[in-house]
């Protein structure tokens, strides 16, 4: 079992930084991949960004890659995902999750979800 609890979300204006964390408790946190999916409102959740295990491999959607960077601390058991030239369309409640050993782009292979944060981009 593997419990996971984000913050940092909030309200920021377009183009502002925001950083999420994702502080991870329970079994091996370092034998799980992580990642962040979004959802929008009205919207199915997508797959943001991924790290491997050792934090040695991440992977990005395309719609954040060069602006969001993800980031893991085994020894803290935290997985940051900083944000970097937010635009509105970023708005969402974003999520940690944990998969056992390899890393995925699909929600439905993560077995462990945090409560979310809400992030809004105003324009």
């Known amino acids: 079992q593997v419990q996971l609890v984000e913050s940092g979300g909030g309200l920021v204006q377009a183009g502002d930084s925001l950083r999420l964390s994702c502080a991870a408790s329970?079994?091996?946190?370092?034998?799980?991949?992580i990642a962040w999916f979004r959802q929008a409102t009205g919207k199915e959740r997508e797959f943001v960004a991924t790290?491997?295990?050792?934090?040695?491999?991440?992977y990005y959607a395309d719609s954040v890659k060069g602006r969001f960077t993800i980031s893991r601390d085994n020894a803290k058991n935290t997985v940051d995902l900083q944000m970097n030239s937010l635009k509105p369309e970023d708005t969402a409640v974003y999520y940690c999750?944990?998969?056992?050993?390899?890393?995925?782009?699909?929600?439905?292979?993560?077995?462990?979800w945090g409560q979310g944060t809400q992030v809004t981009v105003s324009s």
């Open positions: 790290i491997s295990r050792t934090g040695g491999s991440t």
């Open positions: 999750a944990a998969r056992y050993w390899a890393a995925s782009t699909r929600s439905n292979e993560y077995n462990y």
């Open positions: 329970g079994r091996t946190v370092s034998s799980y991949a």
